[in-house]
């Protein structure tokens, strides 16, 4: 009988199992688009950190806009594309948090809120948190399967991004020429404080996001008009529009609400109209024809 000896160290050795070899398969390029539009919107979050560092806080606001921008087009594009996955909605996620959440209290906080010392950074702090909080609550609920249909047209609280954008309104203010008073300071922090509840309350907000899925062919050039002039008074009036916008869209929060109790309104009558008609939905519940015991007696 021959007797083999093999080192432990032996490579070679027949009875040391082959390492495994993973294999990866290629990604698609449809999938790394919207990644890659994520990505360069958190580039613009964190520059307009820098930039309000270093006092330049009309391009720090340009950056949080165009981070905006570019977060209404990532999720868009990917649905375009399907290019979704559970990679690219955790990174959007992220970079919210970061655009949406500490980059805008960083912003505020810089420009005047540093003015209250403690009482001002504690006012950034809470809107960054809350922003976070918000992404969180969002990411458990749209995997809710008990949501009815309609629940989809509605945010549960401000979203991030318009939460980023109004918080701001202070700074448009300045900008259109106003002069800053004393007062700005604590008036920014309670209405950033007032802001960082919207985003973590309860308050239906109307989503938007299956408007504009279809555009009927004679609306095609009319679109394309409203989108150029938009963005053209964007870019001319920068600070007049962002504070119409914003004032419009808190106007319109009251109007999501209505709408939404009217949706909870049609889905408890249909679901009373349901539960009042069992013997129409049952046949052993029909009303059986009286006896000739129970009929009442004639009348000669």
């Known amino acids: 009988m021959r007797n083999t000896f093999f080192s432990p160290f032996d490579p070679d050795r027949p009875d040391r ?12 390029v449809r999938t790394l688009v ?37 977060d209404g087009v990532d999720g868009r594009v990917a649905r375009l594309l399907k290019g979704t996955s559970r990679f690219g909605a955790e990174l959007d996620s992220l970079a919210d948090f970061v655009n949406f959440g500490v980059a805008p209290g960083l912003i505020l906080y810089f420009w005047g809120l540093y003015e209250l ?16 909080l918000r992404l969180a ?19 549960v609280g401000m979203p991030a991004p318009a939460g980023a954008i109004t918080v701001l309104l202070p700074i448009y203010i300045e900008f259109l020429g106003l002069p800053k008073l004393g007062v700005t300071a604590p008036v920014t922090l309670v209405y950033t404080l ?26 095609v050039l ?37 709408s939404y109790r009217e949706y909870e309104r049609r889905d408890a009558e249909a679901a009373a109209a349901a539960h009042a008609t069992p013997a129409a939905r049952d046949p052993d519940h029909m009303p059986r024809p009286p006896s000739d015991d129970e009929r009442p007696a004639r009348l000669n």
């Open 117 to 132: 010392k403690s009482a001002g950074w504690i006012a950034a702090m809470v809107f960054a948190i809350c922003g976070g």
């Open 34 to 70: 919207p990644n890659v539009i994520t990505l360069l919107a958190l580039c613009a979050g964190l520059t307009g950190i820098r930039f309000a560092v270093e006092g330049r806080v009309d391009i720090a606001l340009g950056a949080i806009v165009f981070a905006a921008v570019l």
């Open 222 to 258: 009319p679109v394309f008009v409203l989108v150029v002039l938009f963005f053209a008074l964007l870019l001319s009036y920068p600070w007049a529009v962002l504070t119409l916008g914003t004032v419009a869209y808190l106007a319109s929060l009251p109007f999501g609400w209505l």
């Open 194 to 219: 007032a802001i960082a509840f919207l985003m973590v309350s309860r308050l239906p907000v109307y989503s938007g996001k299956r408007v504009g899925t279809r555009v009927p062919p004679d609306l």
């Open 137 to 155: 609550r969002f990411n458990v609920m749209i995997e809710d399967p008990n949501r009815p249909a309609w629940a989809g047209n509605f945010f």
């Open 17 to 28: 199992p082959k390492p495994l070899r993973h294999r990866f398969r290629p990604i698609p």
